[in-house]
């Protein structure tokens, strides 16, 4: 089959133009997908205004598979930084609606992306007629006058492989598990933001692999009212939870997870607050800002590689059954290679529910070393934040130095100080470099 740079060749060459330009026209004559690619590189009003040059580029606009209309609002933001992305309106967002239906309805969309002011009804519309177009990855974020509904027709789709719904206040509500439960089999990444969960707040049987066999990310901020999850997606590798305030039991058990991140959540009052979290694969874990809870299980990860912990800590709320459950956590994480660690959230609980002096604070760490042995024996980076407030805190930076045996770097990390506490810190400094260290190559660095 000839090319279009061959055929107008061969009629250049009849007429006896031998203009080279007329001849050769290599952008014309690259095909459809790698134009498409560099189109990618445009925004879409930039894109779509190619579409009057000539038949060949209108034909690549109603073909194009990678929507992305959040682009029609970057030059109102790109500013000021602190402002939330601009949602298209009511009006704007009818013009989504228009190049879904001028669209080839033999090709399919690859990329679906937009921020909305729109009714739910809209919504639904633009949703359906991606769907039709076998949409594979949707992006979506919207803003309505009311709670809107989880649009349903997303559930059957066979060709959506990532599906990102986020909402602005007041937020969205999820349809019963039990209708959940029939679509999904193709998704592999699933991320939802501001869901009110007050009237189903026990999703125990959603995330299963009978809901969502092919699941390999996860994502849940803001679930408003939900105070029990249970995961157990055979495939999921990476969790993210996030502002889950209400949340009071968490139950993970994902073979294949290596990333886990949960952060600012259990932070309701209830009477009983508990974590079970057993993946064997886990190399990356986040428990930062949460709440400490009454029990905690951690299944233990041998590639385990870095692990962050930080506590949201309100006083007068400890117990020996938190104590317990905060060295629970520890314990689990025994084969982590790295930890970074919130100094004020470890050491100034342990101050404020024992009552004690530095010189008892450390009695109590020594005490723990039986428990921490295996911790101990494998922590090869240790990173602690908001270090150097005062002197106790160098009790549990002196523990780790003394027993780490596979220790091979500590960095103390200090907030800003006036010259007065420069001088105290200095001091604290110094001390520490004679510090008995059980391993030899430990460096400590101060930043």
Request: charged share 25%.
């Amino acid at each position: 089959m000839e090319t279009r740079s061959t055929k107008r060749r061969k009629i250049s060459e009849l007429l006896g133009n031998d203009n080279v330009e007329t001849r050769i026209d290599r952008l014309s004559d690259l095909p459809d997908a790698l134009l498409h690619h560099i189109l990618l590189l445009l925004p879409i009003k930039t894109i779509a205004q190619t579409s009057v040059l000539s038949k060949r580029w209108r034909s690549l606009w109603i073909t194009y598979p990678d929507l992305d209309f959040t682009t029609l609002d970057s030059l109102l933001v790109s500013s000021i930084k602190h402002l939330e992305p601009h949602l298209l309106t009511a009006t704007q967002s009818r013009i989504i609606n228009q190049v879904l239906s001028i669209r080839d309805k033999n090709t399919d969309i690859r990329v679906l992306r937009f921020r909305a002011t729109i009714s739910f009804s809209l919504l639904n519309c633009l949703i359906r007629n991606a769907i039709r177009q076998n949409v594979r990855q949707l992006e979506v974020e919207v803003g309505t006058k009311d709670y809107f509904n989880f649009p349903r027709c997303v559930i059957s789709s066979e060709s959506l492989r990532t599906l990102k719904l986020k909402s602005r206040y007041p937020g969205f509500r999820l349809p019963p598990a039990s209708v959940m439960r029939d679509g999904f089999k193709s998704l592999q990444a699933l991320s939802l933001s501001l869901v009110i969960l007050y009237n189903q707040p026990f999703l125990s049987d959603l995330f299963s692999d009978l809901s969502f066999p092919s699941l390999k990310k996860l994502r849940l901020r803001a679930c408003v009212g939900l105070k029990s999850l249970h995961v157990g997606c055979r495939a999921i590798q990476d969790l993210s939870l996030k502002n889950c305030f209400h949340l009071q039991t968490l139950d993970v058990s994902c073979a294949k997870l290596e990333r886990l991140r949960v952060v600012d959540c259990f932070n309701s009052y209830s009477e009983k607050s508990w974590v079970r979290i057993n993946a064997p694969k886990l190399q990356h874990f986040i428990w930062d800002y949460n709440r400490v809870t009454d029990n905690t299980i951690i299944e233990h990860s041998k590639f385990l590689r870095e692990a962050s912990i930080g506590f949201f800590i309100l006083p007068k709320e400890f117990s020996m059954g938190k104590l317990l459950s905060v060295h629970n956590l520890l314990s689990g994480l025994s084969q982590a290679h790295s930890l970074t660690l919130e100094s004020q959230s470890v050491e100034q609980w342990n101050r404020d529910l024992w009552d004690v002096t530095s010189t008892e604070e450390e009695q109590f760490w020594e005490s723990q070393i039986q428990t921490l042995k295996s911790f101990l024996q494998h922590l090869k980076v240790v990173k602690i934040h908001g270090f150097l407030e005062c002197e106790d805190e160098v009790t549990l930076a002196k523990f780790l130095l003394k027993h780490g045996k596979a220790l091979e770097e500590m960095i103390l990390c200090g907030g800003r100080c006036n010259s007065r506490d420069s001088l105290r810190r200095q001091k604290i400094r110094s001390q520490m470099m004679g510090f008995s260290r059980a391993s030899s190559n430990a460096k400590l660095a101060f930043h």
